[in-house]
């Protein structure tokens, strides 16, 4: 068990849908890290919050969205769900973002019908 | 761009036998992170062994060890005394440096069986 949790374990919604991804870091870090994990792209990173702030952006489309509460926990928020969106979902967090080795959640399974 | 690549997709090894998954990246910047991650049929992704491109010394964790050649930018990793617990999707992560952004750019992953 890492400490990093992710709810819910497993999301099925239709396209067009609006869904949101919870996760709540281990104790004491400060930074999240969203993963997108699909079949055909592999792992990749979305992007990055620390310590409420967006401080870096991967592959992030523009129907996704993420923001980093006061109490250090992350949303994912997915719109106008494609059938492409379906994959695995990960978070990871580490203390401070710097040299820290990620830590990673159980992942959300993402479902688009 | 930084690149991973892990050119064996599948990898095969017998009970108590070794093995070793190579992995090779592709960077410009001589401080950085390299990363073996574990990832079992549960999908949980599993931290393997962390190696600080500073460091000259191979890092070692249990059965598990590295071999990093900076110059030749490889990062392979060897299972001694493989177990079945082993069996799994094995990634090969490298981490940008603090000062640039801090997201690991993962290899396309080799799946370990083993075999008793």
């Known amino acids: 068990d890492s400490g990093v949790t992710q709810t819910p374990k497993h999301l099925i919604t239709a396209t067009g849908q609006r869904v949101t991804l919870r996760c709540s870091p281990r104790s004491g870090d400060l930074s999240v890290y969203w993963y997108q994990q699909s079949l055909d792209q592999g792992l990749q990173f979305l992007i990055q919050y620390y310590n409420g702030e967006e401080r870096a952006k991967g592959n992030i489309l523009e129907r996704f969205s993420a923001q980093q509460f006061p109490d250090l926990h992350s949303e994912l928020n997915l719109s106008s769900l494609e059938l492409g969106d379906s994959a695995l979902y990960f978070c990871a967090s580490t203390p401070t973002g710097g040299a820290d080795t990620q830590y990673f959640g159980p992942g959300t399974r993402l479902t688009v019908l | 761009a930084q690149t991973v690549t892990q050119s064996q997709p599948e990898m095969s090894v017998q009970e108590a036998e070794t093995v070793t998954l190579s992995c090779t990246y592709d960077?410009?910047?001589?401080?950085?992170?390299l990363f073996w991650y574990k990832q079992p049929p549960s999908r949980q992704m599993i931290l393997v062994i962390r190696q600080e491109a500073y460091k000259q010394q191979n890092a070692t964790e249990n059965r598990f060890s590295v071999n990093f050649q900076k110059a030749a930018k490889s990062f392979s990793l060897k299972i001694s005394d493989s177990q079945l617990g082993d069996a799994a999707m094995y990634f090969c992560a490298y981490r940008t440096p603090p000062y640039n952004t801090d997201k690991l750019i993962f290899g396309t992953g080799t799946r370990l069986q083993v075999f008793p």
């Open positions: 960077t410009s910047e001589s401080d950085y992170y």
